[in-house]
């Protein structure tokens, strides 16, 4: 357990309303990761993070922005949610260069109707 | 680039009968292997990981995996399956941070494990 938590663990929202998830890590690791999850896809990378204040995109980064102010703290922004954006999203850290693996929190399912 | 081929979306196997599930993938550097599992409403956990010292790696919960670079492959496997082994597996695979990836992990579509009493 890498003391990861997300929040919130679920919600609905509506097409067009701006929607925020936040996770939340204990154990400062420098690497953090947001994925969503569709059936059939696996997990796919949508943001990372290298630091504070470094970001940049994933495979699929269209429509979401990130955010990181403090090591412990990644949030990931749908500017505009749309259904397409309807998914499990899962936050990962990882130490870095001493340590490839990664640690992945309980997820968010959102859905946007 | 890297990728991750996962061989088969649904297994199934009987309580105490052999479990593998297979994994190819392409890298153009060498890579680092990883499985994960994920129960139902959960997030992934790190089952076992190869980083390069030894090819036959050990992981939690009595699995294993081969690292074979002739084949390109990273099976996993488990002697006797168990019921609690009922689950979604994840192959992924990440160039070293030297390759100047960050970190990150290329997964596969996973593969549901169902184990049949």
């Known amino acids: 357990d890498a003391g990861i938590t997300q929040s919130p663990r679920h919600k609905v929202t509506e097409t067009g309303t701006p929607v925020t998830l936040r996770c939340h890590q204990t154990?400062?690791?420098?690497?953090m990761y947001w994925y969503r999850q569709d059936p059939g896809h696996g997990l796919r990378l949508i943001h990372y993070?290298?630091?504070?204040?470094?970001?940049d995109k994933g495979e699929v980064s269209d429509g979401y922005s990130v955010s990181r102010s403090k090591t412990e703290d990644f949030l990931l922004t749908l500017e505009s949610a749309t259904s397409s954006q309807t998914s499990v999203y899962f936050c990962?850290?990882?130490?870095?260069?001493?340590?490839?693996?990664?640690?992945f929190g309980p997820g968010t399912r959102l859905t946007v109707t | 680039a890297q990728s991750v081929t996962q061989l088969g979306s649904h297994v199934s196997v009987s309580e105490g009968a052999l479990v593998l599930l297979r994994c190819n993938y392409s890298?153009?550097?060498?890579?680092?292997l990883f499985w994960y599992v994920q129960y139902p409403n959960q997030g992934l956990q790190l089952l076992l990981k190869y980083t390069s010292a030894a090819t036959l790696v050990k992981g939690i919960n009595g699995f294993e995996a081969e690292f074979k670079k002739s084949e390109t492959s990273f099976h996993l496997t488990k002697p006797s399956a168990h019921m609690s082994d009922a689950a979604e597996y994840f192959c992924?695979?990440?160039?070293?941070?030297?390759?100047?990836?960050?970190?990150?992990?290329?997964f596969g579509k996973g593969t549901k494990l169902s184990v049949k009493p």
């Open positions: 992924a695979v990440s160039p070293s941070f030297y390759g100047g990836s960050q970190g990150n992990l290329i």
């Open positions: 990962a850290t990882a130490v870095g260069e001493v340590s490839y693996e990664q640690y």
């Open positions: 154990e400062n690791h420098r690497y």
């Open positions: 890298s153009s550097v060498p890579p680092y």
């Open positions: 993070s290298y630091g504070v204040k470094d970001t």
